[in-house]
T-cell receptor
Framework: AQSVSQHNHHVILSEAASLELGCNYS??????LFWYVQYPGQHLQLLLK??????LVKGIKGFEAEFIKSKFSFNLRKPSVQWSDTAEYFC???????????FGKGTRLHILP | KAGVTQTPRYLIKTRGQQVTLSCSPI?????VSWYQQTPGQGLQFLFE???????NKGNFPGRFSGRQFSNSRSEMNVSTLELGDSALYLC?????????????FGPGTRLTVL
């Protein structure tokens, strides 16, 4: 069955630290990849997406993610986090031409001021 | 454009009751998906409707059902509520006609079953 694994359930960092959140998926075919973010009290919103082309994609608020096809991974990175990045982050995968998105269980990120 | 709206925002029910949740997608979006979000489980896919037809269904019991109307608005129904149904229910809309698609989420309905 298709699945998405997020390696860290909770991450605590200090401001200005670098961030990398891991995401691996199990699906052998072509996929579309997403990272969504849910800030406290807010809607789930799209952070960035990968459909094709350059495997390094840039999203909002200084986030980026790299698609490594051979590793079935789509890790999220940010070189210097801010307190306002405190949120829950979800990795998601949509097999090409499929009409559903499979989400990981999320990573709660807490940034200490 | 107005975003995805969900009503009600909060619900408290007791075991055995049934509940209906409503979702209005972004104007022009014909696909509506429903998810159950619980701590530690993330978002679990319930079902997806497109042009009034259920196209995909997740692994939830038959107590969970949905429908979509001609104006793309969607409802989700849960019958014979159980304590474990307490969760945030999210609706997302999308427009798949343009190729690879992304989903736009509503604020959710927080259901508490006592």
């Amino acid at each position: 069955a298709q699945s998405v694994s997020q390696h860290n359930h909770h991450v605590i960092l200090s401001e200005a630290a670098s961030l990398e959140l891991g995401c691996n998926y199990s699906y052998g075919g072509t996929v579309n990849l997403f990272w969504y973010v849910q800030y406290p009290g807010q809607h789930l919103q799209l952070l960035l997406k990968y459909f094709s082309g350059d495997p390094l994609v840039k999203g909002i608020k200084g986030f980026e993610a790299e698609f490594i096809k051979s590793k079935f991974s789509f890790n999220l990175r940010k070189p210097s986090v801010q307190w306002s990045d405190t949120a829950e982050y979800f990795c998601a995968v949509s097999p090409l031409r499929d009409d559903k998105i499979i989400f990981g269980k999320g990573t709660r990120l807490h940034i200490l001021p | 454009k107005a975003g995805v709206t969900q009503t009600p925002r909060y619900l408290i029910k007791t075991r055995g009751q049934q509940v209906t949740l409503s979702c209005s997608p972004i104007s022009g979006h014909r696909s509506v998906s429903w998810y159950q979000q619980t701590p530690g489980q993330g978002l679990q896919f319930l079902f997806e409707y497109f042009s009034e037809t259920q196209r995909n269904k997740g692994n939830f019991p038959g107590r969970f059902s949905g429908r979509q109307f001609s104006n793309s608005r969607s409802e989700m129904n849960v019958s014979t509520l159980e304590l474990g149904d307490s969760a945030l229910y999210l609706c997302a809309s999308s427009d798949p006609s343009g190729g690879p698609w992304e989903q736009f989420f509503g604020p959710g309905t927080r259901l508490t079953v006592l």
